[in-house]
């Protein structure tokens, strides 16, 4: 459905803001895409609608080249930006026929279902600048949605939001992905660990991780070692599947692990093997936060496709 091949993007000379990015999402689902603030996942998001060029690489929105079958691949794409636009002295109905004409199409077959889907029914006849922004989110989503595009692209789009508004949001952002491809720009871990199918995860302007989320999960753990004496970090890093290790106290360390390499079983035939003495040996799963945490921080490296 979309397909990146070697991508870059600079804004200035010398200063490349995307550097050889490729992936490919393939199915209906929902997926994250994250990166801190400056790791280009709003430009990334604007050269797959079109918006931008890239300097070098090919897009493919389904079987459209956005080189040169940009209009046809537009047709099948839904974008709502991080800065929502709207027009506020219209009516959520009123937009809603414009936005679809801009699409060449009549409105009256789709406006009461797009109005449904994205709970506005009630809404229809009320002028946008009367709404709370949780309402015109949904506005925004509705007009990327009013052509029925098969893939649909959002940024941002729980920014700003009370709690309660974030939760409608994303059960509308899961419902969709049921019958559509969604790239989800977020900056909130459990928001992804909520409602994503898929993972990708940006940082300076490269691919660093593209797997499911439940993959990355079963691939990151977290174990809790404590010893009758001190064991040296390049000791631990020797081992397989470890790939960091804190200190943190007295013969006391956190290591950071693949489980499909090692896991207590083969801790403790390690530390008999060295004659050390465990006072604690302790499993616990990672978060997505904090695998984000050690990819953007502390360079720990994950395969980028699980």
Same mark, same amino acid.
């Given at each position: 459905?979309? #397909?990146?091949?070697?991508v870059n993007y600079a804004y200035l000379p010398n200063q490349m803001v995307l550097q050889d990015l490729s992936f490919s999402i393939q199915k209906h689902g929902v997926t994250g895409f994250l990166g801190l603030n400056g790791a280009g996942k709003s430009t990334t998001l604007k050269l797959l609608v079109g918006y931008l060029q890239p300097l070098a690489g090919n897009i493919f929105i389904d079987q459209f080249n956005l080189r040169h079958a940009q209009k046809?691949? #537009?047709?099948?794409l839904g974008y709502l930006p991080e800065h929502n636009p709207l027009y506020l002295d219209l009516r959520v109905g009123e937009y809603l026929q414009f936005v679809a004409k801009t699409y060449q199409m009549n409105a009256k077959g789709?406006? =009461?279902?797009?109005?449904? &889907?994205?709970?506005?029914?009630?809404?229809? !006849? +009320?002028? %946008?600048?009367? &709404?709370?922004?949780?309402?015109?989110?949904?506005?925004? *989503?509705?007009?990327?949605? @009013? !052509? /029925?595009?098969? %893939?649909? %692209?959002? =940024? /941002?789009?729980?920014?700003g939001l009370d709690p309660v508004q974030i939760l409608e949001i994303r059960s509308l952002i899961q419902e969709l992905g049921?019958?559509?491809?969604?790239?989800?720009?977020?900056h909130l871990m459990q928001e992804v660990q909520a @409602?994503? =199918? =898929?993972? *990708? &995860?940006? !940082?300076?302007?490269? &691919?660093?991780? +593209?797997s499911s989320v439940q993959a990355l999960l079963q691939h990151a753990m977290l174990l809790y070692v404590e010893t009758d004496k001190p064991v040296i970090e390049a000791v631990f890093l020797a081992l397989d599947g470890v790939k960091k290790v804190d200190m943190l106290g007295a013969n006391t360390y956190r290591l950071?692990?693949?489980?499909? +390499?090692?896991?207590?079983?083969?801790?403790a035939l390690w530390a008999k093997s060295q004659a050390l003495v465990l006072y604690r040996l302790q499993e616990e799963t990672q978060s997505i936060e904090s695998i984000f945490q050690e990819i953007t921080q502390n360079q720990v490296h994950y395969s980028p496709a699980l």
């Open positions: 459905m979309i #397909q990146v091949e070697n046809q691949a #537009q047709q099948i789709v406006l =009461d279902k797009t109005l449904e &889907l994205v709970g506005l029914s009630a809404k229809k !006849h +009320q002028k %946008i600048e009367t &709404l709370s922004k949780g309402y015109r989110q949904r506005v925004g *989503l509705a007009a990327a949605l @009013i !052509h /029925e595009p098969k %893939i649909l %692209i959002l =940024d /941002e789009p729980t920014t049921k019958t559509r491809t969604v790239l989800l720009s977020t @409602i994503c =199918d =898929d993972v *990708l &995860l940006l !940082h300076q302007g490269k &691919l660093r991780l +593209q950071y692990v693949n489980p499909a +390499q090692i896991n207590r079983q083969k801790i």
